[in-house]
């Protein structure tokens, strides 16, 4: 048995509309993925998430959750779902990216990463086993193995010395997370009735059956292990025959998906397009794509158009908390003068609650006036937005219109109210 099944429904040209099945939530995709850094999507309520904006699977970070509260802690409650209380999919990232980013911090070696904590300066250590152990604590869906994330503008042999350690990463990542599979680590892990497996923080299991139902248009599926899964990355940067080699070495290993990583760090749009148009389409078809980081809403429907399936970035919640918001006119900066009288909502062609409700002069006024709601408000509204876009795409896919959404979109895009 399979931990995720996958199926492409729908397809035009390389865009893809698809059914990702995991133990906990049936995905339609493409998807977005709301950020949730410290185990939480930053100014929004699961509960919010769960009904109005109906994410089927949030992220948690591995780096964030390693340095506190820790794997222990997390382990002795149970894991992140009841920890959290989020009862639908995870992915975790592995840390890399952010353990990388600490350039002046950190010590690499083939054992893995030696740094100091941004919180403490405490001395710490991630490796491939490291962070498969603090995945399965985490009890994700979707695990990520432990990558090394080169600079943007790294030069060619840089990146293949960078790609090679990645793959070698990739082998010792799928080894351990076997190994803990097989032990019974993972605390997320369902039974075949579609509980946890656990103790008496269980979450009733009527509930966890309902949400591994499928939607009415997708196809019955063979039973899923109950297990995590793991996708590896790809690597190589702006080098398109590393990127190549990259993605052979990764697939020869073998993974339940496929990521690929190091774009959106600095280089130019050009450069992260032509490697998707490159590389996505050579991707194993028959499993998701995960393009990590990405991005904006354009960004979206152009990495679509070549063929990827899962995204993820923070710009909804970011831009959120100041004062940026994200419409089908492009984005607006809610902190503009020109909005203190304005009494239209952030977009009128968005249906979510912010925008039947609130005004742009009264969400002005809340952040000059430094109250906490109007980053919670615009938040809502953005990952609104980022979520309905999928949904559309999605849509568009089924009926063969993407290629028509995808011009009318872009078109939109350049009138920022």
């Not at 793991?230 to 990127?243: D, S, T």
């Not at 219109?401 to 979109?409: A, I, M, P």
Request: glycine residues 8%.
């Amino acid at each position: 048995m399979k931990p995720i099944d996958w199926k492409v429904i729908a397809q035009e040209g390389e865009a893809r509309a698809g059914i990702l099945r995991t133990r906990r939530s049936v995905i339609e995709t493409p998807v977005f993925m709301p950020v949730g850094t410290q185990g939480t999507v930053k100014g929004v309520r699961y509960e919010w998430l769960e009904s109005e904006l109906d994410a089927r699977i949030i992220l948690g970070n591995t780096y964030h959750l390693f340095l506190r509260p820790g794997a222990e802690i997390i382990r002795e409650l149970g894991g992140l779902h009841r920890f959290s209380t989020w009862n639908r999919s995870l992915l975790t990232d592995s840390g890399g990216f952010q353990v990388f980013s600490l350039t002046d911090l950190r010590k690499l070696t083939e054992e893995g990463v030696e740094f100091r904590s941004h919180i403490d300066g405490s001395k710490k250590f991630l490796s491939p086993e490291v962070s498969m152990e603090m995945q399965a604590a985490l009890g994700a869906e979707i695990v990520m193995v432990f990558d090394e994330c080169p600079p943007g503008d790294a030069g060619f042999d840089q990146t293949r010395k960078s790609l090679e350690m990645t793959a070698r990463w990739a082998k010792r990542s799928k080894t351990r997370f076997d190994e803990l599979q097989e032990s019974g680590m993972d605390t997320g892990f369902l039974s075949e009735e579609g509980s946890a497996v656990t103790d008496s923080l269980s979450l009733p299991s009527e509930k966890l059956i309902h949400n591994l139902q499928p939607p009415a248009t997708a196809e019955p599926s063979s039973d899923l292990s109950g297990q995590q899964a793991l996708f590896g990355i790809i690597q190589g940067a702006g080098h398109l025959p590393l990127r190549r080699e990259s993605l052979d070495l990764t697939t020869a290993i073998g993974f339940d998906g496929y990521a690929i990583g190091g774009l959106s760090v600095g280089e130019e749009k050009t450069v992260m397009y032509d490697v998707l148009e490159f590389l996505a389409p050579q991707m194993p078809s028959q499993a998701p794509r995960y393009l990590m980081g990405v991005g904006t809403p354009e960004d979206l429907i152009e990495a679509v158009s070549r063929g990827v399936d899962m995204f993820d970035c923070v710009m909804p919640t970011r831009n959120g908390r100041t004062g940026g918001a994200f419409t089908s006119r492009g984005k607006l900066n809610i902190r503009n003068a020109k909005f203190a009288r304005d009494s239209e909502p952030l977009d009128a062609e968005c249906p979510c609650s912010v925008c039947r409700r609130y005004s742009r002069a009264y969400l002005r006024h809340l952040y000059q006036t430094g109250e906490m709601l109007a980053a919670i408000l615009i938040s809502h509204h953005n990952l609104a937005f980022f979520l309905d876009l999928m949904r559309k795409v999605r849509d568009s896919i089924k009926l063969g219109r993407f290629s028509r959404f995808r011009k009318d979109f872009l078109e939109k895009m350049p009138e920022n109210a």
